[in-house]
């Protein structure tokens, strides 16, 4: 029975985010930043480089697009002052344009506002939240990680989260992929088959923008032309921690600034939560 004495050995494996911050996932190099006001022929380099056309020059500077990203590190190694790895995975946002670094102004206001829409559209879903997830194009990469969530280290269940085999019963629905021109119909009748409230993920780079492969002939650029998006996880793939993120962002148990702590009631009601699963 080595499965027991390892079980012993190594003890709770369980995170427990968001009760806690995560060292592993805080650890995670799950984004990029652009330097405020960043210009020169090294970030035109970095832009020409990109293979998405994720960074914008503007007259006040570069802007980084990171529903565009897909962390493939180019602009990192040409233009190495002016764009990085940063840690973190708390990169979800409730609006489009908030992906887009730095933040213009106004962007505030807008998702102030998205989040107090959200909350009052969820306020219901308080003792259990279920999942519907459809992939519309995927390349299998954020499949992978949404799997992980139901394994013993981020063991979702504990939130009260699970997944559903029909939309009937679902609560949220989680997209994967650039939105093909196949899944668009069975995607929209999946989300028209959900009772409401209900709450869309649009989860990876691909579901949010369309990726490498937006915009052409098989597919649109995101998901958001077929479903309402409320929330953009970014990443290619996302990480677990990333998807969890965007899954409690969407119910409401925590803040959507990259590195945002849980904090105030939205605390107090994922430790509510984590003690009515357990
Ligand atoms: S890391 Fe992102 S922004 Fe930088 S070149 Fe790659 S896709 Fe473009």
Request: charged fraction near 20%.
């Given at each position: ?50 293979p998405t ?158 990726g490498l492969v ?65």
């Amino acid at each position: 029975m080595p499965w027991v004495t390892r079980g012993l050995r190594e003890g709770i494996v369980t995170t427990r985010y968001p009760r806690r911050s995560d060292g592993y996932g805080a650890s995670f190099e799950g984004h990029v930043v652009c330097a405020s006001g960043a210009t020169g022929d090294e970030v035109e380099a970095a832009a020409a480089a990109c293979p998405t056309g994720a960074i914008a020059l503007e007259a006040a500077g570069a802007r980084l697009d990171r529903g565009s990203c897909i962390l493939c590190g180019r602009c990192c190694d040409i233009a190495p002052r002016s764009f990085h790895f940063e840690p973190g995975f708390e990169t979800a946002a409730l609006r489009r344009r908030a992906l887009v670094v730095p933040a213009g102004e106004g962007d505030d206001k807008t998702i102030t506002e998205a989040r107090e829409q959200l909350r009052e559209r969820v306020k219901g879903l308080r003792r259990s939240v279920h999942l519907r997830h459809v992939d519309a194009g995927s390349d299998g990469s954020e499949e992978w990680e949404i799997a992980a969530l139901t394994g013993p280290i981020y063991d979702i269940h504990r939130l009260g989260v699970f997944f559903s085999a029909s939309p009937r019963h679902a609560d949220v629905l989680l997209v994967t992929g650039a939105g093909t021109a196949g899944m668009q119909a069975s995607l929209r009748l999946t989300y028209e088959a959900m009772p409401s409230p209900k709450v869309v993920i649009a989860v990876g780079t691909d579901a949010v923008s369309g990726g490498l492969v937006g915009g052409t002939y098989a597919s649109g650029q995101g998901v958001a032309g077929t479903v309402p998006v409320d929330v953009f996880v970014p990443g290619s793939p996302p990480s677990p921690f990333g998807i969890l993120h965007g899954i409690l962002l969407a119910v409401g148990l925590v803040g959507e600034a990259p590195g945002g702590a849980v904090s105030g009631p939205s605390r107090d009601q994922a430790e509510e939560r984590e003690g009515m699963a357990s």
